[in-house]
C-alpha cells in the first residue's frame, strides 16, 4: 500500500498557507481514457434510466418490507405511521449537512487555500445547472476518500487530505463530478431514508421475536433482507453518479483513474475481478467493486 507522505501536494492545493507541504512520491499511473461521442451518451442515458428504474424497485421493497414488520410485529402500529415517521427522519438528516462534518472533525477548505479546487468546482457546478457551489471540508482521516453531504441549497463535499495529493487535477475533476452527480440525484436523502427504514424493520422484527410461528420466521430475516436492500440501493446509486459524472468533465477517462488510483492506494492492487468469481459477502458492500465500476463506465 502507498504511503501517505509519499504524494506530492499537487499545485492546486496550497497546503503551505496551512502547514508545510511534503515533498517526494511518485503518482500511480491510472487506465487508459473511455469512450467518448454520441453513442457513448445515449449509451449512459439508457444506463442511467435502468439505474433509476432499479433503484425505485429497492426502495418499493423496502417500504414493502416495513408495512410487512409494521403489520405483523404484534405492536399494533398502523402501516402508514412508520413511512411517515422514516421521510421526517431522513429530512431532518439531510438538513445541516455542516454540522454533521464539523462533528467528525472537518474544516472548512477557504477558497484562499484552495483557488484552483473552487474553479474546478464551479465549472462542474455550472455543467450540472447547480445554482449554489458546494462549500468545500477537509477531513481529518487518512486514506484517499471523498463524501458529499446534503441537497442543492446547503450541499457540501468533504475529501481527505491524501484525496488531494494523490489526484492529478483532471482526476480530482471526476471526484467532484461524481459528488456533484450524487448532490444532484439526491442520494443523501434517500440513503438516510433507507437507513431509517432499516432501523425501523430492525426494531419491528424484535418485537415478534420469541415467538414460534411462521410470521416469526419471517420477521427474524427481515433485519438480514433490509440490510441487503439498502446495499444494493447504495450500490445502483454510486454506478448512477459514475455515469452522471462523465457528462460534467472534459475528460471522460479521468474518473476511471482516479477510481485505479483509490484502489491501488487502499490495496496495493490495481482493480480486478476476484479469482473464483464474486464472492456472496460482496451483497453487503455499499459501493460495487472498482473493477466493475470501470468496466461500465467503459
Known amino acids: 500500500?502507498?504511503?501517505?507522505?509519499?504524494?506530492?501536494?499537487?499545485?492546486?492545493?496550497?497546503?503551505?498557507?496551512v502547514q508545510r507541504p511534503r515533498n517526494g512520491g511518485v503518482n500511480p499511473a491510472g487506465p487508459a481514457g473511455?469512450?467518448?461521442?454520441?453513442?457513448?451518451?445515449l449509451r449512459r442515458a439508457r444506463l442511467h434510466a435502468a439505474h433509476f428504474r432499479e433503484a425505485e424497485q429497492i426502495k418499493a421493497g423496502l417500504a414493502g418490507l416495513l408495512l410487512f414488520c409494521a403489520g405483523h410485529s404484534g405492536g399494533g402500529c398502523k402501516p402508514g405511521l412508520p413511512l411517515a415517521d422514516m421521510?421526517?427522519?431522513?429530512?431532518?438528516?439531510?438538513?445541516?449537512?455542516?454540522?454533521?462534518?464539523?462533528?467528525?472533525?472537518?474544516r472548512p477548505l477557504q477558497v484562499f487555500e484552495a483557488?484552483?479546487?473552487?474553479?474546478?468546482?464551479?465549472?462542474?457546478?455550472?455543467?450540472?445547472?447547480?445554482?449554489?457551489?458546494?462549500?468545500?471540508?477537509?477531513?481529518?482521516?487518512?486514506?484517499?476518500?471523498?463524501?458529499?453531504?446534503?441537497?442543492?441549497?446547503?450541499?457540501?463535499?468533504?475529501v481527505t487530505e491524501d484525496l488531494l495529493r494523490g489526484l492529478s487535477r483532471h482526476e480530482?475533476?471526476?471526484?467532484?463530478?461524481?459528488e456533484v452527480a450524487h448532490i444532484?440525484?439526491?442520494?443523501?436523502?434517500?440513503?438516510?431514508?433507507?437507513?431509517?427504514?432499516?432501523?425501523?424493520?430492525?426494531?419491528?422484527?424484535?418485537?415478534?421475536?420469541?415467538?414460534?410461528?411462521?410470521?416469526a420466521l419471517l420477521l427474524s430475516a427481515a433485519p438480514l433482507l433490509a440490510r441487503l436492500l439498502t446495499s444494493a440501493l447504495s450500490r445502483v446509486r454510486e454506478l448512477a453518479a459514475d455515469l452522471r459524472a462523465l457528462d460534467l468533465i472534459e475528460d471522460p477517462g479521468a474518473l476511471a483513474d482516479a477510481l485505479c488510483k483509490l484502489e491501488l492506494f487502499h490495496t496495493g492492487r490495481r482493480p480486478a475481478p476476484a479469482p473464483g468469481g464474486a464472492h456472496p459477502a460482496l451483497a453487503l458492500n455499499s459501493h460495487p467493486e472498482t473493477w466493475e465500476r470501470i468496466a461500465r463506465l467503459c
Open 184 to 215: 444532484l440525484h439526491g442520494d443523501d436523502h434517500a440513503m438516510n431514508w433507507a437507513a431509517s427504514v432499516q432501523q425501523a424493520i430492525v426494531d419491528l422484527a424484535l418485537r415478534g421475536a420469541g415467538e414460534e410461528s411462521p410470521r
Open 115 to 158: 483557488p484552483d479546487l473552487y474553479a474546478i468546482l464551479l465549472v462542474i457546478c455550472r455543467r450540472a445547472g447547480l445554482r449554489r457551489v458546494p462549500g468545500l471540508y477537509l477531513l481529518p482521516f487518512l486514506g484517499m476518500n471523498a463524501y458529499a453531504l446534503g441537497n442543492p441549497e446547503n450541499a457540501c463535499i468533504s
Open 87 to 106: 421521510r421526517r427522519t431522513a429530512q431532518a438528516a439531510s438538513r445541516q449537512p455542516d454540522s454533521v462534518l464539523s462533528a467528525f472533525g472537518a
Open 172 to 178: 480530482v475533476a471526476g471526484i467532484f463530478a461524481h
Open 1 to 17: 500500500m502507498l504511503q501517505s507522505a509519499g504524494l506530492p501536494a499537487p499545485a492546486f492545493y496550497d497546503r503551505s498557507r
Open 34 to 41: 473511455l469512450k467518448s461521442g454520441p453513442d457513448a451518451a
